[in-house]
């Protein structure tokens, strides 16, 4: 069946008649991107002990995860507004860049020559210092600027070192009343396990468009061997930039609906917060109480609640 085809099979009456998804399930692509052109295997059983022993110790914070497997869907500006939205809901949040690109610090204001975790960790470094002011006071540790060579030897470092952020956020001295947001690079790859091995809660971020849609049969093989510790991660699907304006977008929503058998997250297009971005403004700063506000709230109020029940 062709790729149009199936969009139209899953979008018409047919999926109704097809309540669990099974026939709906895209494989558009043949394999998940990686950053250094290997695909990653995920957990091993080794790996699942050695992260169960070093999160089994109290007190420790909250970890939310923001996941996906394609570029482009809005990763960093949710986390961004994520961070100031629980920290205005008294919550205080540490914002941790896990991606090279080190674009979080954009969103933050933070200087590009402000130190990071990547050249941090390769010189055995504590990341306490490396901690920037960010939004409503919250704080924001950037990945900072790292060349070539220094990424290659941390990913192989990594690869090897499946515990490797939970050692580090440990010396954090962050209370069980934390919430630490982890910004992830798209695809498969060792920042994103390594962030899976310590999520308590993990939000894939898509947009309402086939290519999203074309991403959950490999997400959910990315997610499968963390969902298998003692205690898996929470897991939930957040539609970002929706515009309710687009017809097509809504049938996507529908279609996320269908395929997920519940109903994801939706956060609102919103073009104060791409001002903001542009700005290195707090995103929630500029929004009046509207669309993108609520959902924002709505989010940090369930995250809050999570944190509560672990």
């Known amino acids: 069946m062709s790729f149009t085809d199936s969009l139209l099979v899953l979008l018409g009456q047919d999926v109704s008649r097809d309540p669990q998804g099974q026939h709906a399930r895209l494989h558009f692509f043949g394999s998940i991107p990686v950053d250094d052109g290997t695909p990653f295997s995920g957990q091993s059983t080794r790996a699942n002990e050695?992260?169960?022993a070093v999160a089994g110790a109290a007190p420790r914070p909250s970890v939310v995860?923001?996941?996906?497997?394609?570029?482009?869907?809005?990763?960093?500006t949710l986390a961004t507004a994520l961070s100031s939205g629980l920290q205005r809901h008294g919550?205080?949040?540490?914002?941790?860049?896990?991606?090279?690109?080190?674009?979080?610090?954009?969103?933050?204001g933070v200087?590009?020559?402000a130190p990071g975790i990547g050249v941090a960790s390769l010189q055995h470094a504590q990341w306490e210092t490396l901690q920037q002011p960010g939004f409503a006071g919250s704080r924001v540790i950037p990945f900072g600027d790292s060349d070539t060579q220094?990424?290659?030897?941390l990913q192989r470092w990594l690869k090897d070192e499946p515990d490797w952020l939970a050692q580090h956020l440990a010396p954090l001295d962050l209370s069980a009343r934390?919430?630490?947001?982890?910004?992830t690079p798209a695809g498969n790859n060792v920042y994103l396990h390594q962030a899976l091995n310590v999520a308590d809660v993990v939000l894939?971020?898509?947009?309402?468009?086939?290519?999203?849609?074309?991403?959950?049969?490999?997400?959910?093989?990315?997610?499968?061997?963390?969902?298998?510790?003692e205690r898996p991660p929470q897991v939930h699907f957040v539609i970002n930039q929706l515009d309710e304006d687009n017809a097509f977008s809504l049938d996507m929503v529908e279609a996320f609906k269908q395929r997920l058998n519940k109903a994801p997250w939706e956060v609102h297009r919103d073009m104060a917060i791409s001002e903001a971005l542009a700005f290195g403004a707090?995103?929630?700063?500029?929004?009046?109480?509207?669309?993108?506000?609520?959902?924002?709230?709505?989010?940090c109020r369930w995250l809050i609640a999570c944190r509560k029940l672990r």
């Open 91 to 108: 919550e205080p949040v540490v914002a941790l860049d896990l991606d090279p690109q080190n674009a979080l610090r954009l969103h933050f």
């Open 111 to 113: 200087s590009p020559t």
């Open 178 to 183: 934390h919430t630490v947001v982890i910004d």
């Open 50 to 52: 050695q992260t169960q």
């Open 150 to 153: 220094q990424q290659e030897k």
């Open 204 to 229: 894939v971020i898509a947009q309402a468009d086939a290519a999203s849609l074309g991403t959950l049969d490999q997400l959910q093989a990315l997610l499968a061997p963390h969902l298998e510790r």
């Open 282 to 299: 707090d995103p929630l700063d500029s929004l009046a109480a509207g669309l993108a506000s609520d959902d924002i709230n709505d989010l």
């Open 65 to 76: 995860a923001l996941v996906s497997v394609n570029g482009g869907v809005g990763r960093s």
